[in-house]
């Protein structure tokens, strides 16, 4: 049988053609340009503004119904109180309430300590400007039946601000460090190529020791407010390197 020229020319091909040797390489990435990476820190300082008390209205009864109306009263009364003593209502928020069984409790022998069935347990959040008058405001409120201080925060109103300072402390910091290594080695910087934040810390802690201050409350120790709120952050900045 004879094949078309056409057809007997590509079965030629077909047949010298050598076999593949494998996939063709990938063409090799080409190095970006030198870059000079640093992180830096900044920090600043704010005196506080207002605190946060939080204490916890608790009672127990045989019933659910009981607990519940002994906290109602309770609760009545610390407002009522609060109220005397110049706290503003908007600045008494509940930031929880719950009734529970009440856990078992038992003496040093192990045995069972009798105690009403039921628990409820009202928690309020206390905000005042007083920063001076906070621990004569929290032994006032304690001095009331069924209160138990949990602990106290302090705050600034605008602490974004103070955060925001700090970042571009922050930025600054990790400018003159760039400048500083790239002026030793005979280098300039380019662009920018990359910022990232490392982390943004407030203190000292806004919470204090929980047991710290009961006690300080218990023993009528005045609580001294921090002095200041320290803002800190930390940014990672990458700049491209010129000759």
Same mark, same amino acid.
């Given at each position: ?68 109306? +002994?906290?109602?009263? #309770?609760?009545?009364? &610390? ?6 003593? =110049? !706290?503003?209502?908007?600045? /008494? ?76 402390? +922050?930025?600054?910091? #990790?400018?003159?460090? &760039? ?6 080695? =005979? !280098?300039?910087?380019?662009? /920018? ?51």
């Amino acid at each position: 049988m004879r094949f078309p020229a056409v057809f007997a020319a590509i079965l030629s091909l077909a047949v010298v053609a050598p076999p593949a040797l494998g996939p063709a390489p990938a063409l090799a990435q080409q190095p970006g340009p030198p870059v000079v990476s640093v992180t830096g820190t900044g920090e600043v300082e704010r005196v506080p503004d207002f605190a946060r008390i939080f204490i916890s209205v608790v009672n127990q009864a045989d019933t659910i119904g009981e607990a519940v109306e +002994a906290n109602n009263e #309770a609760t009545s009364r &610390a407002l009522s109180r609060l109220a005397e003593l =110049g !706290v503003e209502r908007d600045d /008494i928020q509940t930031s929880n309430f719950e009734v529970f069984d009440t856990p078992e409790r038992r003496d040093r022998d192990g045995n069972i300590r009798p105690s009403p069935a039921y628990t409820a347990s009202h928690q309020l959040r206390v905000i005042t400007r007083d920063i001076d008058g906070v621990g004569q405001l929290a032994g006032e409120v304690l001095a009331l039946d069924g209160m138990t201080f949990q602990s106290i925060a302090w705050g600034l109103d605008r602490s974004e601000d103070a955060q925001d300072e700090a970042r571009r402390l +922050a930025v600054a910091d #990790a400018r003159r460090q &760039a400048e500083v290594l790239t002026q030793a080695a =005979g !280098v300039a910087m380019g662009a /920018i190529r990359q910022i990232s934040e490392g982390h943004v810390s407030i203190g000292p802690r806004p919470e204090m020791d929980q047991m710290m201050m009961r006690s300080a409350v218990a023993q009528a120790v005045p609580i001294v407010p921090p002095a200041f709120i320290r803002y800190g952050a930390s940014v990672r900045v990458e700049w491209e390197l010129t000759q």
